[in-house]
């Protein structure tokens, strides 16, 4: 089992350009969610999905947008990136009921917009 | 406002020592509290979970206590290896549904050989 991808590891954004970050799992889990790490801070949830054509809007969700049009893919889409931007995204995935699960992250992708 | 605190300060040990990691929290009760471990360039690997009405859960080398009179968790590995060294976080999970799981900052590890 592959667990949760995410491509691309790395990517360079001039401001104004947008982007998708994918992710799939292949744990047949349905919850999804995307999450954003900044350097000395905790992670911050962006968007979730608690099954196929689900989604809701985390604690970050302004310059972003999901869908979920399968249950192994979230995909989250940036519109105009900015510099405030710049940071780690993790997707992650779990059963339902997710605090009694834990999470299953993917490795990342580390989003640089100049 | 909901607070999750880990020391930022990294912990240097020694190998074979026991290393102890803090979570404190504030405003919040929660009904899961998580560990996890995330290596430079990955992302956090899920550990361990504790629920609210357990004061104790081991795995391996691994002890978790819960106190949600003091709203703490210390996070103990024994007999601590070089392999061990990483940031491990903490994250809580709220008891009435929806998605209020918080993220500590993490607290990075060293244990010296």
């Known amino acids: 089992n592959a667990g949760v991808t995410q491509t691309p590891k790395f990517r360079i954004l001039k401001i104004g350009q947008s982007m998708t970050l994918q992710c799939a799992q292949d744990m047949n889990h349905n919850y999804m969610y995307w999450y954003r790490q900044d350097p000395g801070m905790g992670l911050k949830l962006i968007y979730y999905?608690?099954?196929?054509?689900?989604?809701d809007k985390g604690e970050v969700p302004n310059g972003y947008n999901v869908s979920r049009s399968t249950t192994e893919d979230f995909p989250l889409r940036l519109e105009l990136a900015a510099p405030s931007q710049t940071s780690v995204y993790f997707c992650?995935?779990?059963?339902?009921?997710?605090?009694?699960?834990?999470?299953?992250f993917g490795s990342g992708t580390r989003l640089t917009v100049v | 406002s909901q607070k999750i605190e880990q020391n930022s300060e990294a912990l240097n040990i020694q190998e074979g020592k026991t290393a102890t990691l803090t979570c404190n929290y504030t405003?919040?009760?929660?009904?899961?509290l998580q560990w996890y471990r995330q290596d430079p360039g990955r992302g956090p690997v899920f550990l361990l979970l504790i629920r609210e009405n357990e004061k104790e859960k081991r795995k391996e080398r691994l002890k978790v206590t819960f106190d949600t009179t003091l709203k703490q968790s210390l996070f103990h590995i024994t007999a601590s290896q070089p392999a061990d060294s990483a940031t491990y976080l903490c994250a809580l999970d709220g008891a009435a549904g929806g998605f209020k799981t918080i993220f500590g900052a993490g607290t990075r590890l060293f244990v010296k050989a």
């Open positions: 999905s608690v099954g196929a054509g689900i989604t």
């Open positions: 992650a995935s779990s059963l339902p009921g997710q605090g009694g699960y834990g999470y299953t």
């Open positions: 405003n919040y009760s929660p009904a899961y």
